[in-house]
Structures are given as C-alpha cells and as structure tokens.
C-alpha cells in the first residue's frame, strides 16, 4: 500500500490563482480530512469527508473548496489563492467504525506559499 | 470541542523515561484521547489511543485517570529519535453523528538530549 499520498509536494502561487491540491489514499477509508499547519501550529480542520459524495467544514474552511466523489480521492481547492493560505497542508485518512476515534494516516504534505 | 493543554516544550536525556501530561477538563462522555507524534517537514504518526485507565503498546504507556480531565503519555527508555512534537487530541467516534472536529493544539515539543 501507497498509504496517503499528496501531490505536489511544494507549490508557489501568486495571489488570485487557483489551485487543486491533490490527495489520495489506496486502503479504503471511508474518512478522509485536510489540514493545514502554520509555521510553530498545530493542526487546523479544514475539511473533512465521511464517505464518497459526503464532506462538511472544519475549523477553518473559508477559501477551500472540496469534494468526494471517490473514496479513494480527496482534492483540495483553493478558489483564489491569499498569502494567508501560505502554509503546509496535510491529507488524512482513517477507518469510519463506531466507537473509537480511529487512528488517522497523514500524507507527506503539499507545503504551499502564496506570493 | 474539548480544548486540550499541554507543556510548550521539555528536555529529557537519552535512557530517561519521559512523561507528557494532558489537561482536558471539558472532555466529554464519548470522547477518546488520542497521542500523535510528529517529525519535521513530516505528517503527525498516530502513537497511542485510550478510554479510561491504562493503555500500553510497544512504543509508549498511556495513562488516564477515573474523572478522564487529565492524561499522561508515558515514553520509556527515549532515544535521539524521540524528539519531536506531541499532540493530544480528544475527540468523538467518527460516525457518532456530530461533526468530527479534532483539536491539534500547539503540542508539546520534546528534545531527547545526549
């Protein structure tokens, strides 16, 4: 297995562009989430998927767009790219089964700067 | 959302065992607390996950008092390679029906010094 897998690996936008950030994962989890991290942070939710055609927001969804229509892939889209969205941004994956707060795999990141 | 606090930082010497506590006053009934570690320019790597009680795997110990408001991750014996940043998480099943919003917080950056 592939695990979770995020493509690219670095971007540099200019303010206003758009861009798909790419994540998949190849073990059949039916949950799947984005994050973003910001130099000295933890973790931020921005998006998160219980399952193919299923998605809601996180803590700090705004100029992020997503979509499932596979469970396999996860896109990322940012509509119209900020220097504030200068960050790196990690895809996650985990099992969707009752009773636990099952373990998540993270991808290697996509780190982004937004010139 | 249960809001977790944690130690910015610590320093342990290799060979030492270290102890990382966990503050979680808000924590709710179906709430886990989960323990990530994460490496530079890496994605977090789960390390450990518990209810109540003790919890022990290969890597580390968790320990997690009867009123839940608190928790303590335990790593024995750490190595160079042990330094990284910890987070400790609560959080609700997935398919519990609310929205699933995992708290990472700042963590706890552990150097493991020689």
């Known amino acids: 297995n592939a695990g979770v897998t995020q493509t690219p690996k670095f971007q540099v936008l200019k303010t206003g562009q758009s861009m798909t950030l790419q994540c998949a994962q190849d073990?059949?989890?039916?949950?799947m989430s984005w994050y973003r991290q910001d130099p000295g942070m933890g973790l931020r939710l921005i998006h998160y998927?219980?399952?193919?055609?299923?998605?809601d927001q996180g803590e700090v969804p705004n100029g992020y767009n997503v979509s499932r229509s596979t469970t396999e892939d996860f896109p990322l889209r940012l509509l119209s790219a900020a220097p504030s969205q200068t960050s790196v941004y990690f895809c996650?994956?985990?099992?969707?089964?009752?009773?636990?707060?099952?373990?998540?795999?993270f991808g290697p990141g996509t780190r982004l700067t937004v010139l | 959302l249960a809001k977790t606090t944690q130690p910015i930082s610590m320093d342990s010497y290799e060979g030492q065992e270290v102890n990382i506590t966990c503050s979680h006053n808000?924590?709710?009934?179906?709430?886990?607390i989960t323990w990530y570690q994460q490496f530079p320019s890496q994605g977090p790597r789960f390390i450990i996950q518990?209810?109540?009680t003790k919890v022990t795997n290969e890597v580390a110990s968790l320990f997690i008092p009867a009123d839940r408001k608190s928790s303590t991750l335990s790593l024995p014996r750490v190595s160079l390679s042990d330094t990284a940043v910890y987070y400790c998480?609560?959080?609700?099943?997935?398919?519990?029906?609310?929205?699933?919003?995992?708290?990472f917080g700042s963590g706890t950056q552990l150097t493991v010094l020689p």
């Open positions: 996650a994956s985990s099992y969707s089964s009752g009773g636990y707060d099952n373990e998540q795999f």
């Open positions: 073990m059949n989890h039916e949950y």
């Open positions: 998927s219980v399952g193919a055609g299923i998605t």
């Open positions: 808000n924590i709710a009934t179906n709430d886990y």
């Open positions: 518990g209810y109540k």
């Open positions: 998480l609560v959080g609700a099943a997935i398919n519990s029906g609310s929205a699933r919003q995992l708290t």
